[in-house]
């Protein structure tokens, strides 16, 4: 498709919240509840959905790019559609298939080059038959594992396995990569509640902040009557 | 299982707190004509997320009515209904019900068993509109305490079944917006199931019931903050997809509940040992 920035109506550098709106007032135009009597109601059904796709692409986009992370993750439906090859690990996997092809290949090295192929075509549950089916565990098939897991939602699983891939072979560079990928959600969240202040401080109650608002406000005003009043005055 | 989808109220702007508070009300308005008083005492505000949320994401047509409070008797409420309040009214009953069953079979309550009973003829209704919610629901709750049973340590696999349900529950229908809903949903379920883990863990050594954390309770000199990394990588996963979402009409809300309400009862629980 053309660029979606420009389906949108937006520039590349927008707000997530401008493309957001856009999106809105845009979906709210082509919407088919709201083209029911217009003529060309196909026309604004086709448009509808290239809205729909211009945005959930730049959205995917920018969550690869702030996080570190590629369309991999956990995949509650199986059937995400194309998005485009974002997954760079995608990449290198193609090495290690070509890496991989030999006559002195063993069962193992062919279930792990299946388990890579299903995990490229996400088909994550396959992945994990597989490797479990594998009894020599070395670091890329805690990788593999790492992926498959993370495929299917087992987020904890994924993690450790990750960081024993890159224990076993701390120079990989790949393996560093995806433990920095798992780790980055909880960097870039953490940094999202920074705005809130009393998440995690004991005795915040609202009470309590009640309480210390009335008793600031009795030493400023000495009237103790009202907050954001006159001072000394009654309201 | 319930309370942990919170606000925190100190971090709240009034006027967002009198929003949020009205789609709850409009939820026990909705419990009390969809299901009686018996579905009156099912209300949670962990539902109202879910109702806030789908509100956000589908800006329907909402009601706004003037209703006496059965808890406050002098005072009257604002109470906010759209199509997602009916819904979640049909969820909220369904894991009330579940709960009850769950608790009664594992616990052997009596009072549990009785209120199940009491929700009974409203899941035959309900059982018309949302067979494969409920069917989800129940089959999933079947396998966590099959798996219980058998002392399952993996948290992955036992949050996940519990996420599993939560994903059924989001995805109020098949759209454009059924995998992100299925995404924030299943890793909201996984964060509520270790979380209701934390916090009862304690509890479960005493009564020698399972909890997967118990092992770590006494070993982990870094229990409590161990438990907030897991904790965290699911509510970023969570997180993440929801900002993903095309939700402008109360977002503050949400982020107030997904960044900071989420962690109250953490923080209580912590503090507290």
């Not at chain 1, 396995?161 to 790949?174: D, Y």
């Not at chain 2, 706004?64 to 409420?77: D, F, G």
């Not at chain 2, 067979?131 to 992955?156: C, F, G, T, Y």
């Amino acid at each position: 498709m053309i660029n979606p920035y420009s389906v949108l109506g937006v520039s590349q550098s927008a707000s997530d919240e401008e493309i957001k709106k856009a999106y809105r007032s845009l979906s709210r135009k082509y919407h088919p509840d709201a083209n029911i009597n217009n003529p060309n109601k196909d026309q604004a059904e086709a448009r509808f959905k290239e809205v729909q796709q211009a945005y959930q692409q730049i959205m995917q986009e920018r969550e690869y790019q702030t996080s570190g992370s590629a369309q991999d993750g956990y995949d509650s439906s199986g059937d995400f559609g194309g998005f485009g090859g974002f997954g760079s690990f995608r990449g290198f996997s193609g090495q290690y298939r070509q890496a991989d092809a030999g006559p002195t290949e063993s069962e193992d090295d062919l279930h792990m080059k299946a388990a890579s192929n299903f995990i490229n075509s996400r088909h994550y549950r396959e992945a994990l038959n597989l490797l479990n089916g594998i009894r020599d565990r070395n670091a890329r098939w805690f990788y593999y594992s790492a992926l498959a897991n993370s495929g299917i939602g087992n987020n904890v699983i994924a993690l450790q396995h990750a960081q024993e891939a890159l224990r076993l072979e701390p120079n990989n560079f790949q393996y560093q990569l995806l433990v920095n990928r798992f780790q980055s959600g909880g960097s870039w969240y953490q940094r999202q509640q920074d705005p809130y202040e009393t998440t995690y401080t004991v005795g915040s109650s609202w009470c309590t902040k009640l309480c210390i608002a009335n008793i600031l406000c009795n030493l400023c005003c000495g009237s103790g009557m009202c907050c954001g009043g006159v001072p000394g005055g009654y309201i | 299982m319930f309370g942990y989808i919170a606000i925190n109220k100190a971090e709240m702007k009034f006027k967002d707190y009198d929003v949020y508070h009205s789609y709850y009300c409009g939820l026990c308005k909705r419990l009390k004509e969809s299901y009686g008083i018996r579905g009156q005492i099912t209300l949670s505000y962990d539902m109202t997320f879910l109702i806030v949320l789908l509100t956000g994401l589908y800006e329907p047509d909402t009601r706004e009515v003037t209703v006496n409070c059965i808890a406050h008797p002098l005072e009257k409420h604002l109470a906010r209904t759209n199509e997602y309040t009916d819904y979640a009214a049909a969820v909220n009953l369904i894991l009330s019900y579940f709960k009850c069953k769950d608790d009664w079979e594992d616990e052997r309550r009596r009072r549990r068993y009785i209120e199940a009973r009491l929700l009974y003829p409203h899941m035959r209704t309900i059982q018309q509109q949302y067979p494969h919610k409920i069917a989800a629901v129940s089959d999933n709750l079947r396998r966590l305490s099959e798996l219980e049973r058998q002392n399952e340590q993996n948290i992955d696999l036992m949050a996940g079944i519990f996420g599993n349900i939560m994903s059924e529950i989001f995805a109020c229908r098949r759209d454009e917006w059924e995998p992100s809903l299925r995404k924030i949903g299943f890793f909201l379920g996984k964060f509520i199931y270790l979380m209701d883990a934390y916090e009862d863990v304690e509890k479960d050594i005493a009564a020698g019931t399972y909890n997967p954390f118990k092992e770590a309770y006494q070993k982990d000199s870094l229990f409590a903050e161990n438990s907030r990394h897991l904790l965290t990588l699911m509510m970023a996963e969570c997180s993440r997809e929801f900002e993903k979402l095309p939700i402008l009409l109360h977002v503050d809300i949400l982020r107030n509940i997904l960044y900071s309400g989420v962690w109250c009862r953490y923080t209580e629980v912590t503090s507290r040992r």
